[in-house]
């Protein structure tokens, strides 16, 4: 009901609400202060945990009770104004809110200003009648409403991490949430035993109180069932957002809506801060009596007369109950993936294993499948690193830090191990930094899915466990060189070996495929140094392969020369021997020819040297028939090329002949 002071002569202290509104601004006022203490309170808790644990579900159950307080802060100030304007009609003082009420300030005569601050007043009185247009409790009801879906929307996420167990926190938690509760309870139902007439404010209100209420139960329920394992619980902390949620939209959409509806002064005002979302929170749930009265009271319309849902209203358990039958039956049917095996237990044990595809059992709880994996590699890190969170790089953008490999930095997948060394002929140990990894699956047959699912508890865990314990003892025998050198390729069949043994005789189920061996290096800080006693290392190993190689050429060149040598003199002794045979066979015949022929031989010898001899030789025969007189003359004389054809004699010419 609606008063205009202008319009009718009512009698206020004759209404209840109005008679009792000095009392609900006291009561509303404490509830105003709590609830935004509370929400900033939580706000800051909310910062502070995200600073240090940004994956945790803690951030979602701060943000989500937050922003529940926030709109019930909203919501009571909403009603404060509904009830100050009642005192104030009646000529009560109200409770006043602190941040509510501005300072006056005293207008200054127009001739003592300058022309700035004329104009600074003149805008500050357009907003003043601007914001007494809107209305200023409207835009405190925005902005809290507002405040209210950010913090839902930042907690709207769920990546989170698996819970870490219950602590004293946690219980510490659940017990304030279950005494702020249990206040909320009685504020509520104080507020539900108040009439209409007495206070009308009182059932929106109390709306908005079961909306915290629900928020604090739905987290306690969280809070308890975090077991360490379970993720469902850090995904419920941001389901629970969507009560704060859906209200705060409500309460967005009717400050915006209210907005455009003129003010006026003399009228009594309407609470703007309503929730549908918080008046279904209610027992016996009615979700259409709110339905039912509105199109009963404005359009005349009474549903009761039709038969349709008269029919619905009879049929909903029978159907409901049927539907939850059938339902509670098809938990029964389970869908293996191709990736997975499923172990089937009946009455809790073990009796198939199940492949792929659809199967058909006893319904939950007389039946129940556990997901075993199927021919899924996994890869594990002794460190117990996880680098599958890490974001990927962009491909033009700058390698990822998991890529660095160089000793002088640190990564995440290493850790330290303690090897075998010696100095001076003593025993020492010495420390380095490795990076291996472990490539399994669960074996393929049934015995090994079994083993697997009830054998371990955890999979990763043991074989990290068992393979922590054998490198101890694997590497507790090594030195640091022959890690480096030619020890570490057999480092990896060694541990592999060792480790699916011990998996073996645990009855695992694990099938390691392979042993990487990605890194073996001193740790960070002693890498420039053992930087520089390779380098000397390779140095000298440089400087003696070197001076070996110039000693083996030497020897080469001087066993090629000794080789020459011999095989030369051996040469010329061999053709010294066959030139004196020849001399000797020539010998032989030619003194067998004389002992033959005689003085025939010698003759045909003297003639075939003096052949030989004269073949090189220009001679001139004359014949001794010519004249008497003259004698037979040889010309020994030689001539160079250009010659005279006719040649000329003289003195020195004939000096040259012989007489034959």
């Not at 009561?27 to 929400?39: G, K, Q």
């Not at 304007?85 to 009420?101: D, E, N, S, V, Y």
């Not at 996420?157 to 870490?164: L, M, W």
């Not at 004698?631 to 003195?651: E, H």
Request: net charge neutral.
């Amino acid at each position: 009901m609606s008063v205009d002071l202008d319009t009718e002569a009512i009698d206020l202290d004759g209404l209840p609400r109005f008679q009792r509104s000095p009392v609900h601004t006291r009561w509303l006022v404490p509830l105003t202060y709590l609830s935004a203490a509370a929400a900033l309170l939580l706000c800051l808790l909310q910062g502070a945990v995200g600073l240090f644990s940004p994956s945790t579900c803690w951030l979602a159950l701060l943000a989500v009770n937050a922003a529940a307080l926030w709109l019930l802060a909203a919501a009571a100030q909403s009603a404060w104004w509904v009830a100050s304007w009642r005192a104030t009609a009646m000529g009560k003082a109200p409770a006043a809110l602190a941040f509510w009420r501005g300072t006056e300030v005293a207008a200054a005569e127009p001739g003592s200003l300058s022309r700035y601050d004329r104009w600074c007043q003149a805008m500050a009185a357009a907003c003043r009648r601007q914001l007494g247009r809107i209305g200023a409790q409207r835009l405190w009801l925005f902005g809290l409403a507002g405040l209210a879906m950010a913090l839902v929307n930042s907690a709207w996420r769920f990546d989170f991490a698996v819970p870490a167990l219950a602590g004293q926190v946690t219980w510490f938690a659940v017990c304030l949430l279950a005494a702020s509760a249990f206040g909320l309870v009685v504020l509520e139902r104080h507020l539900v035993a108040e009439g209409e007439a007495a206070w009308p404010e009182a059932e929106p209100l109390a709306a908005f109180i079961r909306v915290v209420i629900a928020v604090q139960v739905l987290s306690i329920v969280c809070l308890v069932c975090i077991d360490g394992e379970r993720l469902w619980p850090a995904r419920l902390a941001a389901l629970i957002g969507l009560l704060p949620g859906l209200a705060a939209l409500e309460l967005l959409l009717r400050t915006g809506l209210s907005m455009f509806r003129p003010q006026r002064l003399r009228a009594e005002p309407t609470l703007v801060a309503r929730s549908v979302v918080g008046g279904l929170l209610q027992w016996p749930p009615r979700p259409m009596a709110a339905l039912h009265s509105e199109l009963q009271q404005r359009l005349g319309i009474d549903l009761r007369q039709v038969w349709a849902f008269s029919f619905m209203r009879r049929a909903f358990l029978p159907v409901a109950l049927l539907v939850a039958l059938v339902g509670w039956l098809l938990t029964g049917i389970v869908e293996v993936p191709m990736n997975g095996r499923g172990v089937y237990e009946r009455f809790g044990k073990p009796v198939q294993v199940y492949a792929p595809g659809l199967h058909a059992g006893l319904p939950w709880p007389f039946g129940k499948v556990l997901k075993v994996d199927n021919s899924v590699i996994h890869e594990l890190a002794t460190s117990g690193a996880d680098s599958s969170a890490d974001p990927l790089a962009a491909a033009e953008g700058p390698a990822p830090g998991t890529s660095n490999r160089l000793w002088d930095a640190t990564h995440l997948s290493e850790n330290s191990q303690v090897i075998a060394g010696s100095e001076g002929g003593r025993q020492r140990f010495q420390i380095v930094n490795m990076d291996v990894r472990f490539i399994y699956r669960i074996g393929m047959s049934d015995a090994a899915a079994l083993a697997a699912t009830y054998h371990s508890a955890d999979v990763a865990q043991l074989l990290r466990s068992i393979a922590n314990r054998v490198l101890v003892h694997d590497f507790a025998g090594r030195s640091l060189d022959g890690l480096l050198g030619a020890e570490r390729e057999a480092l990896g069949r060694d541990i592999g070996r060792a480790v699916q043994a011990d998996l073996d005789r645990m009855d695992s189920g694990v099938e390691l495929l392979a042993t990487s061996v990605e890194a073996i290096h001193p740790p960070a800080g002693a890498a420039n140094a053992y930087h520089a006693v390779q380098a000397a290392q390779i140095t000298a190993q440089a400087l003696i392969a070197r001076d070996r190689g110039q000693a083996a050429q030497q020897a080469s060149q001087a066993r090629l020369s000794a080789t020459g040598l011999t095989d030369q003199a051996t040469a010329q002794a061999h053709e010294t021997a066959t030139g004196a045979s020849i001399a000797a066979l020539r010998f032989a015949a030619e003194r067998t020819a004389w002992q033959q022929a005689g003085q025939a031989f010698i003759l045909e010898q003297y003639l075939d040297k003096l052949s030989q001899g004269m073949a090189g030789v220009s001679s001139l025969i004359i014949d001794h028939r010519l004249t008497a007189g003259q004698a037979p003359t040889l010309d020994l004389r030689s001539y160079a090329l250009p010659v005279d054809p006719t040649p000329q004699k003289s003195v020195s010419g004939r000096s040259q002949e012989r007489n034959l």
